[in-house]
């Protein structure tokens, strides 16, 4: 097991199927748009599907936690925990309808014998951990604390652990930044301070999402290695943009999730990347 970075080869992955997703409490801005609609559980499980099938045609590994009937939002995986290194994190979840996710993957860890570092009392989520070689940008937001951040720079002190502050409304910072290659990334620049955004652009070439793709999450991809994301066929503009530098765009249909708020990135901890260059590089 390990992680270094957003983009290199995925080889295993942790989902969880939507099984019970419902929006049971508004919790982000998402779910107050589709809140009356709701979500087509039928729908959801059946597009799951095809994403895990997708991953598993690329030969990465998938693994399914299993999802319990009173956690409704258990299919974002990657907010339960992240892996920085060989080190998988786990913390408490933000909001109190999310509280209790993380036994579940703590079970399964400890089934699979794989360590576990437990930030206890730290809220910190996976959807705020954006990690780069040996840097980890972490979101400050209203599911992850300065202090969580504090204290995984105490416990991670050979990284570079920066910051990020950015409006809230907009949940978690993989939300508005996502990063594509060692010199890529999506943003969306309305959602940061002057200083941030300087930050982020002097360091990656970034490629801009505009209002519209922003809400419906483009820029929420999973990247798999090799220049290859998998993005939503509705975004067609930033999918176009991604094509035009060089990615390999492979598009699901995950609209019925992502009516709670997250799409593929949200949807998948990874557990292992293979280390290697791009082949940009």
């Not at 995925?10 to 929006?23: A, G, N, S, T, Y």
């Not at 009937?69 to 080190?87: A, L, M, N, W």
């Not at 509280?99 to 959807?127: A, C, F, P, R, Y």
Request: glycine letters at 4%; charged letters at 30%.
């Amino acid at each position: 097991m390990a992680c270094y970075s957003e983009y290199e080869a995925l080889k295993d992955v942790i989902l969880c199927q939507p099984k019970f997703m419902k929006i049971r409490e508004v919790i982000n801005e998402t779910q107050k748009y589709y809140a009356d609609e709701n979500i087509d559980t039928e729908v959801a499980m059946q597009q799951h599907k095809q994403f895990s099938k997708a991953l598993e045609d690329r030969g990465i590994k998938v693994h399914q936690l299993p999802p319990l009937e009173k956690y409704p939002e258990q299919v974002f995986t990657r907010d339960i925990g992240f892996t920085i290194g060989h080190t998988l994190y786990i913390s408490e979840m933000g909001r109190e309808i999310r509280q209790g996710e993380e036994k579940v993957l703590k079970e399964w860890m400890n089934e699979e014998h794989i360590t576990i570092k437990d930030l206890k009392n730290d809220s910190i989520e996976g959807g705020d951990v954006l990690l780069d070689r040996k840097t980890v940008f972490v979101g400050v937001s209203h599911r992850t604390s300065r202090a969580a951040i504090e204290s995984l720079m105490q416990h991670e002190s050979d990284y570079n652990v920066i910051p990020v502050p950015f409006n809230e409304k907009y949940l978690h910072l993989d939300c508005v930044f996502n990063i594509l290659s060692p010199e890529e990334a999506i943003i969306y620049p309305p959602a940061f301070h002057e200083e941030e955004l300087k930050l982020l652009t002097s360091r990656y070439k970034t490629i801009e999402i505009n209002k519209e793709e922003q809400f419906t999450l483009g820029t929420n991809i999973l990247s798999i290695g090799n220049k290859t994301v998998l993005a939503l066929p509705v975004n067609k503009e930033i999918n176009a943009k991604l094509r035009e530098n060089g990615y390999e765009v492979i598009e699901v249909d995950i609209s019925e999730i992502i009516k709670s708020g997250g799409a593929f990135r949200c949807c998948t901890l990874p557990l292992d990347r293979k280390r290697g260059c791009p082949r940009s590089l």
